[in-house]
Nanobody, 124 residues
Framework: VQLQASGGGLVQAGGSLRLSCAAS????????MAWFRQATGKEREFVAT????????DYSDSVKGRFTISRDNAKNTLYLQMNSLKPEDTGIYYC??????????????????WGQGTQVTVSS
Protein backbone atom coordinates (compact mmCIF):
# COMPACT_ATOMS: atom_id res chain seq x y z
CA VAL A 1 0.00 0.00 0.00
CA GLN A 2 1.17 3.56 -0.73
CA LEU A 3 0.54 6.33 1.79
CA GLN A 4 0.50 10.06 1.10
CA ALA A 5 0.38 12.45 4.05
CA SER A 6 -0.73 16.06 3.70
CA GLY A 7 -2.11 18.98 5.67
CA GLY A 8 0.94 20.15 7.55
CA GLY A 9 1.92 23.78 7.84
CA LEU A 10 2.89 26.65 10.10
CA VAL A 11 0.50 27.52 12.93
CA GLN A 12 0.66 29.58 16.10
CA ALA A 13 0.55 27.94 19.51
CA GLY A 14 -3.04 27.22 20.47
CA GLY A 15 -4.09 26.74 16.86
CA SER A 16 -5.32 23.69 14.98
CA LEU A 17 -4.38 21.60 11.98
CA ARG A 18 -5.90 18.55 10.33
CA LEU A 19 -3.60 16.04 8.73
CA SER A 20 -4.74 13.56 6.10
CA CYS A 21 -3.18 10.34 4.88
CA ALA A 22 -4.48 8.94 1.60
CA ALA A 23 -3.90 5.24 0.97
CA SER A 24 -3.78 3.50 -2.38
CA UNK A 25 -2.81 0.14 -3.78
CA UNK A 26 -4.04 -1.96 -0.87
CA UNK A 27 -7.05 -2.85 1.23
CA UNK A 28 -7.05 0.10 3.59
CA UNK A 29 -9.76 -1.24 5.89
CA UNK A 30 -7.60 -4.26 6.78
CA UNK A 31 -4.79 -2.21 8.29
CA UNK A 32 -4.21 -0.82 11.72
CA MET A 33 -3.13 2.76 11.10
CA ALA A 34 -1.05 5.18 13.11
CA TRP A 35 0.58 8.58 13.19
CA PHE A 36 4.15 9.07 14.33
CA ARG A 37 6.23 12.23 14.46
CA GLN A 38 9.88 13.10 14.44
CA ALA A 39 11.43 16.31 15.70
CA THR A 40 14.83 17.44 14.48
CA GLY A 41 17.56 15.44 16.20
CA LYS A 42 15.13 13.10 17.92
CA GLU A 43 13.83 9.61 17.31
CA ARG A 44 10.50 9.01 15.66
CA GLU A 45 7.79 8.73 18.30
CA PHE A 46 4.30 7.33 18.47
CA VAL A 47 1.40 9.80 18.39
CA ALA A 48 -1.87 7.90 17.82
CA THR A 49 -3.29 4.69 16.43
CA UNK A 50 -6.60 3.32 15.20
CA UNK A 51 -7.80 -0.20 14.60
CA UNK A 52 -9.34 -1.17 11.26
CA UNK A 53 -12.78 0.27 12.04
CA UNK A 54 -11.83 3.30 14.11
CA UNK A 55 -13.65 1.77 17.04
CA UNK A 56 -10.48 1.50 19.09
CA UNK A 57 -7.89 4.25 19.33
CA ASP A 58 -4.96 5.10 21.56
CA TYR A 59 -2.72 8.13 22.03
CA SER A 60 0.57 9.10 23.52
CA ASP A 61 0.23 10.89 26.83
CA SER A 62 1.65 14.07 25.30
CA VAL A 63 -1.26 14.47 22.85
CA LYS A 64 -4.13 12.82 24.70
CA GLY A 65 -7.10 15.16 24.93
CA ARG A 66 -5.77 17.45 22.18
CA PHE A 67 -5.45 15.18 19.13
CA THR A 68 -8.04 12.91 17.54
CA ILE A 69 -7.30 10.13 15.09
CA SER A 70 -10.04 8.98 12.73
CA ARG A 71 -10.43 7.16 9.46
CA ASP A 72 -12.84 6.94 6.56
CA ASN A 73 -12.52 3.49 5.04
CA ALA A 74 -14.80 4.41 2.15
CA LYS A 75 -12.33 7.13 1.17
CA ASN A 76 -9.18 5.15 2.12
CA THR A 77 -8.09 8.07 4.27
CA LEU A 78 -6.71 8.48 7.77
CA TYR A 79 -6.95 11.79 9.65
CA LEU A 80 -5.33 13.47 12.62
CA GLN A 81 -7.16 16.47 14.07
CA MET A 82 -4.70 18.47 16.16
CA ASN A 83 -6.02 21.13 18.52
CA SER A 84 -4.37 23.32 21.15
CA LEU A 85 -1.05 22.91 19.39
CA LYS A 86 2.16 23.55 21.29
CA PRO A 87 5.67 24.36 20.05
CA GLU A 88 6.76 20.90 21.20
CA ASP A 89 4.36 19.38 18.67
CA THR A 90 6.67 20.62 15.90
CA GLY A 91 8.06 17.89 13.66
CA ILE A 92 7.51 15.78 10.61
CA TYR A 93 4.35 13.72 10.93
CA TYR A 94 4.22 10.29 9.31
CA CYS A 95 1.31 7.97 8.75
CA UNK A 96 1.92 4.24 8.90
CA UNK A 97 0.05 1.01 8.19
CA UNK A 98 0.31 -2.29 10.05
CA UNK A 99 -0.92 -5.50 8.43
CA UNK A 100 -0.13 -7.92 11.24
CA UNK A 101 -1.76 -6.53 14.41
CA UNK A 102 0.87 -8.11 16.65
CA UNK A 103 0.04 -5.82 19.56
CA UNK A 104 2.99 -3.43 19.71
CA UNK A 105 1.00 -0.55 18.27
CA UNK A 106 3.31 2.18 19.58
CA UNK A 107 6.52 0.83 18.05
CA UNK A 108 7.86 1.91 14.66
CA UNK A 109 9.00 -1.68 14.10
CA UNK A 110 5.39 -2.86 14.03
CA UNK A 111 4.44 -0.93 10.91
CA UNK A 112 4.97 -2.20 7.39
CA UNK A 113 4.23 0.85 5.26
CA TRP A 114 5.05 4.52 5.74
CA GLY A 115 4.05 7.77 4.10
CA GLN A 116 6.58 10.43 3.16
CA GLY A 117 5.75 12.78 6.04
CA THR A 118 4.30 16.25 6.33
CA GLN A 119 5.93 19.10 8.26
CA VAL A 120 4.11 20.68 11.19
CA THR A 121 5.62 23.80 12.72
CA VAL A 122 4.08 25.45 15.78
CA SER A 123 5.36 28.90 16.65
CA SER A 124 5.26 30.32 20.17
Amino acid sequence: VQLQASGGGLVQAGGSLRLSCAASGGTFRKYRMAWFRQATGKEREFVATSNWSGGWTDYSDSVKGRFTISRDNAKNTLYLQMNSLKPEDTGIYYCAADKSYSGRFNSTEEYDYWGQGTQVTVSS
